[in-house]
């Protein structure tokens, strides 16, 4: 055998064991990548809030984004606006919200959008602003929740000129959320990314699908939150519709495709499918 068949032979040999380890490289990396994305976060609400902060952990580690992570504060009713936990500064809470954001490695910072109509921002803007210090990548989102008491809801939105309480929580989110709220707030922080979660809607699609009679489930109207939509007059959120709006939360944060989604929801109800409607019907300008 020539030399410089040898020489050729050894070329192909060497060539071919390069690629083998790029190849194995490649398939090593690529799925730990994927395993190990996730958010820190900083959550602050009340009972309309916490509920979903709380699913999202489990939903968000069950597909794949394990170093999830978040900070959890709530207070409930009006103390869990974003104003009422600024204002109260010299609270435990409000200490624990700025140590938080002082460690300066929080990714997304999210809120109700309860707010003091006569100012609807000034909470929001000032943990914003405090946020920024130490977190300047930090995004910013707001949690749209459900109008409280629901047995009232049908007078609640005929009171204030709608036909159904439908059309009302869409004013709510369009009129009220989007053009007073955040629109303003990205006029102050051009370069900060704000968007919203639709979560009420959850609420309002369920309840529409009992009085439709198209729920797979046995669901009663008040009780235990394991077959109820509410567990109380207040209009607290029962199993059903907590998994939903956390649906909501998890594509509304992670844009994870909903209908491939294989999270167990415990309902035979197609909550994926009415969770990526919501999402779908959002307005595209106020998504991540």
Not at 7 to 12: D, G, P, S
Not at 207 to 221: A, H, P, S, Y
Not at 276 to 282: A, G, L, P, Y
Request: aromatic share 12%; net charge negative; with cysteine.
């Amino acid at each position: 055998m020539g030399s410089k068949y040898k020489i050729t032979i050894m070329k192909f040999i060497l060539n071919f064991c390069t690629l083998i380890l790029i190849l194995s490289c490649t398939k090593d990396e690529n799925p730990q990548q994927i395993q190990t994305q996730g958010y820190n976060m900083l959550l602050i609400g009340n009972s309309f809030f916490l509920p979903y902060a709380q699913k999202l952990d489990e939903m968000a580690i069950n597909a794949g984004f394990v170093s999830h992570t978040s900070i959890r504060i709530a207070r409930g009713g009006e103390n869990g606006w974003a104003i009422n936990f600024w204002n109260d500064s010299s609270s435990q809470e409000h200490l624990n919200i700025k140590a938080a954001l002082d460690q300066g490695n929080i990714d997304i910072f999210g809120m109700t959008a309860g707010s003091d109509p006569d100012d609807r921002i000034a909470g929001h803007r000032a943990w914003i602003q405090y946020a920024l210090q130490s977190n300047p990548d930090i995004n910013i989102f707001i949690s749209i929740p459900q109008i409280d008491f629901p047995e009232t809801w049908a007078s609640h939105a005929q009171s204030n000129g709608f036909n159904t309480i439908q059309e009302y929580y869409d004013y709510a989110v369009n009129n009220i959320v989007h053009d007073s709220m955040v629109d303003p707030l990205r006029a102050e922080f051009p370069n900060t990314k704000i968007f919203t979660v639709p979560t009420g809607w959850a609420s309002f699609e369920l309840t529409q699908m009992k009085l439709d009679n198209e729920l797979l489930d046995n669901i009663d109207w008040f009780g235990p939150e394991a077959t109820s939509l509410f567990t109380d007059q207040m209009g607290h959120q029962g199993n059903i519709i907590v998994e939903t709006g956390s649906l909501v939360w998890l594509n509304s944060i992670y844009n994870v495709d909903l209908i491939t989604n294989d999270y167990e929801t415990g309902f035979n109800t197609d909550l994926h499918a009415i969770a990526q409607e919501i999402i779908d019907n959002h307005d595209s300008n106020y998504k991540q």
